[in-house]
């Protein structure tokens, strides 16, 4: 992994906890995340604002959710097989833990603080960029700046559908790691969608995505 990542540690047991869920007993990563996560929101937010000089601070934040949130994480994650190297209680083993979106998003998060505690932000910073760079550059904003759901609804105005409707079709976990799962219904042109996230709004914004690729296809077929 530490290849996958073009950084070597000095001090392995960073890793190690870096790498080790709440399940496995302590220490483990949960600490560490919210000094990840502050690293991550930095260095994906700089990235933009110079890439981006023309965007508002509003559509960098939008574009800035899309590259951090739960799912973008988890892919990184499945990149890096991170997930062969997790430390898990055996619970979470039998369950499939090791492929859990939440569980991947949040080590990978906890792997960024363990880097800049092994050497410093700067290199903690450096390696975020290299994970960030491909997708950071494949994006055009007239198409992103907006999230899923304010596209969504702008499509159905400007053909004067109705709004999708969201309704949560299951939610679980404990009050610091819920999952839930979204349904985006649109009635009229009988789309319906789901979607997945750690909070009621990543899962909304998931089957919004899904949603509207659906309704790209719904109108090039002609149908209105």
């Known amino acids: 992994m530490t290849q996958a990542l073009d950084y070597f540690f000095t001090q392995p047991a960073l890793l190690r906890q870096a790498l080790t869920h709440r399940s496995f007993g302590t220490p483990n990563n949960e600490r560490f995340e919210f000094i990840g996560d502050s690293i991550l929101n930095y260095t994906v937010a700089r990235m933009l604002f110079d890439r981006f000089p023309q965007l508002s601070e509003g559509e960098l934040s939008r574009l800035r959710a899309n590259l951090v949130n739960q799912n973008t994480l988890a892919e990184l994650a499945h990149e890096l097989k991170l997930g062969d190297y997790l430390y898990l209680g055996e619970g979470e083993l039998k369950s499939g833990g090791y492929n859990r979106p939440s569980i991947l998003a949040d080590a990978l998060e906890a792997t960024f603080a363990a880097i800049s505690f092994d050497a410093d932000f700067m290199a903690a910073e450096q390696v975020v960029r290299r994970l960030y760079a491909s997708r950071v550059a494949a994006i055009d904003p007239t198409k992103h ?49 789901t979607g997945d996230g750690n909070s009621r709004r990543g899962a909304e914004q998931q089957a919004a995505e899904a949603a509207l690729l659906l309704l790209e296809q719904h109108f090039a077929a002609g149908k209105k």
């Not at 400007?158 to 299951?170: F, G, M, V």
């Not at 976990?173 to 219904?185: I, K, T, Y």
């Open 145 to 193: 700046a907006k999230d899923a759901k304010t596209r969504l609804q702008e499509a159905l105005q400007a053909r004067r559908h109705t709004l999708p409707r969201y309704t949560i079709l299951q939610q679980s976990g404990e009050a610091h790691e819920q999952s839930f799962r979204v349904q985006c219904d649109l009635a009229e042109l009988s789309i319906m969608t």
